[in-house]
């Protein structure tokens, strides 16, 4: 992926063209980079999670609408019109994919990883979420249930994970350090 | 569009490749498409997340499968862009010379020759997502939850998020969402026909039938034309 393949010539003769015609502006790639490095990212997904485990009442209104709930923290970062949280619980087990194409909800977790968007997790994680997730290293129980959320719409989800069980006494701070954006996205426990 | 895009249950990709401490972006030029993207989106070529997604669909399917996620963008991009008359292939094809590039190295993008189904307006407030549309749609949702529906079993050649794994099968209503710009004609600049949304849940028997894994099932966020009633 370095810049001398054909793609990466090509999107800066794009660029190019588009500065030349006054339609972008030449700061503008570095302020993607600042952006979806620095303040759009899964570490904003990990204050919600945090937020939810040692607040009974916020958890109940980010389950019941998570595009209000997250309101209050301000996040930017698009692709989040409609936020839906979906719990994991000791009888469920939730997981997120975009089959069609690779929705995400960028406000809380910021851009997707590569993994994400390529055809294998694509086309697999909805036929045998079961292997898929064993292939993650997580491996339920047969009463677990699976439910697969393909983000088919502008509705995003995003996976509120069980809180990990060596976690008592932790403040919210310490929490959300150990949220991941795997266990937020479904691929992982915590 | 029964294109290479729609994944859901094909087989042959094998495992899952992850990196470890994957960068955000993997090199600059991928940086680039994004704010390509985001300048044609200011300009108005890329006038809603429905026309930029049936573009991707539309470009090579060798290269949506072999340039990766800024690769798809670009090829996206490059197709509105050219098919806005905002960049001319031969001005693209000596910039990238100028750069020392082969100006044929073969490219995803793929512009019609007359986009006549695609109307380019300049964006204007309203016709984008932005908002629910709701507040513009009185009647009430057809489905409520708990509702066993089946889906369209034919596809089309436009846009449409009914993916093939899903269509003419049996599902029960779990959520519904209010009304939504409805995407099938709203990629292709012939309205936003708004329409309930619902969340559909399915179960792994229903899709995959005795292959199923056990205790599985696969929810979709599928609209009010996707949809008809199952009689019991």
Request: net charge negative.
């Given at each position: 992926?370095?810049?001398?393949?054909p793609?990466?010539?090509?999107?800066?003769?794009?660029?190019?063209?588009?500065?030349?015609?006054?339609?972008?502006?030449?700061?503008?790639?570095?302020?993607?980079?600042?952006?979806?490095?620095?303040?759009?990212?899964?570490?904003?997904?990990?204050?919600?999670?945090?937020?939810?485990?040692?607040?009974?009442?916020?958890?109940?209104?980010?389950?019941?609408?998570?595009?209000?709930?997250?309101?209050?923290?301000?996040?930017?970062?698009?692709?989040?019109?409609?936020?839906?949280?979906?719990?994991?619980?000791?009888?469920?087990?939730?997981?997120?994919?975009?089959t069609?194409?690779?929705?995400?909800?960028?406000?809380?977790?910021?851009l997707?990883?590569?993994?994400?968007?390529?055809?294998?997790?694509?086309?697999?994680?909805?036929?045998?979420?079961?292997?898929?997730?064993?292939?993650?290293?997580?491996h339920?129980?047969?009463q677990?249930?699976?439910?697969?959320?393909?983000?088919s719409?502008?509705?995003?989800?995003?996976?509120?994970?069980?809180?990990?069980?060596?976690?008592?006494?932790?403040?919210?701070?310490?929490?959300?350090?150990?949220?991941?954006?795997?266990?937020?996205?479904?691929?992982?426990?915590? | 569009?029964?294109?290479?895009?729609?994944?859901?249950?094909?087989h042959?990709?094998?495992?899952?490749?992850?990196?470890?401490?994957?960068?955000?972006?993997?090199?600059?030029?991928?940086?680039?498409?994004?704010?390509?993207?985001?300048?044609?989106?200011?300009?108005?070529?890329?006038?809603?997340?429905?026309?930029?997604?049936?573009?991707?669909?539309?470009?090579?399917?060798?290269?949506?499968?072999?340039?990766?996620?800024?690769?798809?963008?670009?090829?996206?991009?490059?197709?509105?862009?050219?098919?806005?008359?905002?960049?001319?292939?031969?001005?693209?094809?000596?910039?990238?010379?100028?750069?020392?590039?082969?100006?044929?190295?073969p490219?995803?993008?793929?512009?019609?020759?007359?986009?006549?189904?695609?109307?380019?307006?300049?964006?204007?407030?309203?016709?984008?997502?932005?908002?629910?549309?709701?507040a513009r749609?009185?009647?009430?949702?057809?489905?409520?939850?708990?509702?066993?529906?089946r889906?369209?079993?034919?596809?089309?050649?436009?846009?449409?998020?009914?993916?093939?794994?899903a269509?003419?099968?049996?599902?029960?209503?779990?959520?519904?969402?209010?009304?939504?710009?409805?995407?099938?004609s709203?990629?292709?600049?012939?309205?936003?026909?708004?329409?309930?949304?619902?969340?559909?849940?399915?179960?792994?028997?229903?899709?995959?039938?005795d292959?199923?894994?056990?205790?599985?099932?696969?929810?979709l966020?599928?609209?009010?034309?996707?949809?008809?009633?199952?009689?019991?």
């Amino acid at each position: 992926m370095s810049d001398d393949q054909p793609q990466a010539l090509r999107a800066e003769a794009l660029e190019a063209l588009l500065i030349e015609q006054g339609l972008l502006s030449a700061e503008a790639v570095d302020e993607v980079i600042a952006t979806y490095n620095e303040r759009v990212g899964p570490m904003n997904g990990a204050r919600v999670v945090a937020r939810a485990w040692v607040d009974p009442a916020f958890k109940a209104r980010l389950l019941a609408d998570g595009t209000a709930a997250i309101a209050e923290f301000a996040f930017e970062g698009g692709q989040t019109e409609k936020l839906v949280v979906v719990e994991n619980t000791d009888t469920l087990h939730n997981v997120v994919v975009c089959t069609l194409c690779s929705c995400y909800p960028w406000a809380v977790l910021g851009l997707p990883p590569k993994w994400y968007k390529d055809p294998a997790y694509r086309s697999r994680v909805v036929r045998e979420p079961r292997r898929v997730l064993a292939e993650f290293g997580v491996h339920l129980a047969e009463q677990t249930r699976v439910r697969v959320w393909d983000s088919s719409a502008e509705v995003r989800y995003m996976v509120l994970p069980q809180r990990p069980a060596d976690s008592e006494g932790l403040d919210e701070a310490a929490l959300a350090a150990r949220v991941s954006r795997d266990a937020m996205i479904g691929v992982a426990v915590l | 569009m029964d294109g290479i895009h729609d994944l859901g249950g094909k087989h042959g990709f094998g495992a899952v490749i992850r990196e470890t401490d994957e960068p955000v972006f993997h090199a600059r030029w991928e940086a680039r498409v994004f704010a390509v993207m985001r300048a044609a989106s200011a300009a108005g070529v890329i006038r809603n997340a429905d026309q930029f997604r049936h573009a991707i669909e539309r470009i090579d399917p060798l290269a949506y499968l072999g340039h990766g996620y800024y690769g798809r963008w670009l090829g996206g991009i490059e197709t509105l862009l050219r098919e806005a008359g905002v960049v001319d292939v031969a001005d693209l094809e000596a910039a990238i010379a100028a750069r020392g590039g082969d100006p044929r190295a073969p490219a995803a993008a793929r512009p019609d020759r007359q986009p006549a189904h695609i109307d380019y307006q300049p964006a204007a407030p309203g016709s984008r997502r932005e908002g629910q549309a709701s507040a513009r749609f009185a009647p009430g949702a057809r489905f409520a939850p708990g509702a066993r529906v089946r889906t369209r079993a034919t596809g089309t050649a436009g846009h449409t998020r009914l993916p093939a794994y899903a269509r003419a099968r049996c599902g029960t209503v779990i959520a519904v969402h209010g009304a939504w710009v409805f995407p099938d004609s709203n990629a292709h600049g012939a309205g936003e026909n708004p329409q309930h949304l619902y969340t559909v849940e399915f179960s792994g028997r229903e899709l995959w039938g005795d292959e199923a894994e056990p205790g599985t099932c696969v929810t979709l966020d599928l609209f009010e034309q996707y949809l008809q009633e199952v009689t019991p």
